[in-house]
Antibody
Framework: QVQLVQSGTEVKKPGASVKVSCRAS????????MHWVRQAPGQGLEWMGI???????NYAQEFQGRVTMTSDTSTSTVYLEVSSLTSEDTGVYYC?????????????WGQGTMVTVSS | IQLTQSPSSLSASVGDRVTITCRAS??????LAWYQQRPGKAPKLLIY???TLQSGVPSRFSGSGSGTDFTLTISSLQPEDFATYYC?????????FGGGTKVEIK
């Protein structure tokens, strides 16, 4: 079945970097775009950016310069790397699949990866 | 594009009709989706293109609207519907979510 499986929980110190993976299965990886969404504890959803299968990206302004999204078509996996972590980066990070037509929603989500930033 | 959801929370009983609104700061045609999120779980797609019910979603959920004003309606609230609901605009980047509406048991 179609699914996105993310890597496990991370605990990092302030100033460090974290890399989260999202492995896709059950569909043609190259036909869909992947987005990343963050959710701080007890807070709402925040769009971080998009990476297409070719590796082209579009990041939310808040994360530009600190976030890198990459795509590996050989393993159907996308990666999110966040650098210079602070406590405000603590939260759950989701990958979500979206087709490329205008208005297409995120219809498949990963299970989420908890990232805790603490000294 | 900013999305303003209201109310931010509500209390309702099983069987109640519930309406949640989402207002966009500029016109987004019908490029709006609604999601349900239960605690500790990933969001689940309910409605897309403002009014199209996602496959497998119960028909008590419906969506309406176009342009700047949108509505999610639950016609008869069920115990499993107590959750937080978010709207998402898909018109232009950066994509944005509404602030969420928490539906609690009265």
């Amino acid at each position: 079945q179609v699914q996105l499986v993310q890597s496990g929980t991370e605990v990092k110190k302030p100033g460090a970097s974290v890399k989260v993976s999202c492995r896709a299965s059950g569909y043609a990886f190259t036909k869909y775009y992947m987005h990343w969404v963050r959710q701080a504890p007890g807070q709402g959803l925040e769009w971080m950016g998009i990476v297409n299968p070719s590796g082209n990206t579009n990041y939310a302004q808040e994360f530009q310069g600190r976030v890198t999204m990459t795509s590996d078509t050989s393993t159907s996996t996308v990666y999110l790397e966040v650098s210079s972590l602070t406590s405000e980066d603590t939260g759950v990070y989701y990958c979500a699949r979206r087709a490329g037509r205008p208005g297409d929603p995120f219809e498949i989500w990963g299970q989420g990866t908890m990232v805790t930033v603490s000294s | 594009i900013q999305l303003t959801q209201s109310p931010s929370s509500l209390s309702a009983s099983v069987g109640d009709r519930v309406t949640i609104t989402c207002r966009a700061s500029q016109g987004i045609s019908n490029y709006l989706a609604w999601y349900q999120q239960r605690p500790g779980k990933a969001p689940k797609l309910l409605i897309y293109a403002a009014s199209t019910l996602q496959s497998g979603v119960p028909s008590r959920f419906s969506g309406s609207g176009s342009g700047t004003d949108f509505t999610l309606t639950i016609s008869s609230l069920q115990p499993e519907d107590f959750a937080t609901y978010y709207c998402l605009q898909l018109d232009s980047y950066p994509l944005t979510f509404g602030g969420g509406t928490k539906v609690e048991i009265k």
